[in-house]
C-alpha cells in the first residue's frame, strides 16, 4: 500500500500540474485568436 501511495504522489502531482498549465494556456491562446481575428479585420477594414 505504500509503495501505491508513493507512486501517486510522484506522478499524481505532475499530472495535477499539467492539467492545471494546460487550461490556463488554452484561455490564453482563446484570447490570442479573438486578437489576432480582430487585427485581421481591423487590417482589412483599412484596405478597403
Avoid: C, H
Amino acid at each position: 500500500m505504500d509503495t501505491i501511495m508513493n507512486q501517486i504522489a510522484n506522478f499524481g502531482f505532475p499530472i495535477v500540474l499539467s492539467i492545471y498549465l494546460l487550461v490556463r494556456v488554452e484561455g490564453k491562446l482563446e484570447k490570442l485568436t479573438d486578437s489576432i481575428n480582430e487585427l485581421s479585420r481591423t487590417i482589412e477594414g483599412f484596405k478597403n
